[in-house]
């Protein structure tokens, strides 16, 4: 079984501003993958990052990268240079025994 | 990147009738595809998981006779909400995977009311 928690339903920053969104998570999958997803208003979810588990290395895709602590089954998501675009609705999402799991979600404001 | 199309993207529908939704992979053949329920504010609930040829899997508490889900081939899969009830007015989304890999490629959505 896995659970993802969100603990922050709501997060705001300043246009250009960095913001991290938080993730827990908990699998008993030796062998699982972590997502950050992104839905717009549009509600069409969009993947902006993802994670191996078995990789250390923490994954970067341009301005997102993420803080990968799989001891302490951790998941952050770090927004940097934020822009109006990344306003939107941000679910953490675990894959393991062929299901993807989704949190409860972050709404990000961006201030202009 | 691949694309998955979902039609129609709204629909309404009269209370006791049945529509069908339909999730397309454009672009590559999908050999798992799921469907997903999003109530207002909320995260995505999987419904089922569906392989191509095979009977759904269903997870616990979704009706299976009222969500009939259908994969005859690897590029469609459909979703039939049979005597629609204005309870199951919600937001589904589709999503396909190819191979044995994580990741999913998601559909536009489609938005049901039923009245």
């Known amino acids: 079984a896995q659970t993802v928690t969100q603990s922050q339903p709501e997060m705001s920053v300043q246009e250009a501003e960095t913001v991290t969104l938080s993730c827990t998570y908990d699998t008993s999958e030796s062998d699982y993958y972590l997502f950050w997803y992104k839905q717009p208003p549009s509600r069409q979810m969009i993947l902006v990052i993802r994670q191996e588990a078995y990789k250390q290395q923490n994954a970067t895709e341009n301005r997102f990268s993420v803080n990968f602590q799989k001891a302490a089954k951790s998941f952050s998501l770090k927004i940097s240079d934020s822009q109006l675009g990344d306003a939107a609705m941000y679910f953490c999402?675990?894959?393991?025994?062929?299901?993807?799991?989704f949190g409860t979600g972050t709404r990000l404001t961006i201030i202009p | 990147g691949a694309v998955v199309s979902q039609h129609p993207s709204r629909v309404i529908c009269k209370s006791g009738t049945s529509v069908k939704i339909e999730c397309r992979s454009l672009d590559f053949q999908a050999t798992t595809m799921f469907w997903y329920r999003q109530f207002p504010k909320q995260s995505l609930m999987l419904m089922a998981t569906s392989n191509e040829g095979s009977k759904a899997t269903y997870e616990q508490g979704v009706e299976k006779d009222k969500f009939l889900i259908n994969h005859a081939s690897l590029t469609l899969s459909t979703l039939t909400v049979t005597s629609a009830h204005p309870e199951d007015s919600s937001f589904y989304i589709c999503?396909?995977?190819?191979?044995?890999?994580?990741?999913?490629?998601f559909g536009q959505g489609t938005r049901l009311t039923v009245v």
């Open positions: 999503s396909a995977r190819a191979g044995s890999g994580p990741e999913a490629f």
């Open positions: 999402a675990s894959f393991g025994n062929e299901k993807l799991t």
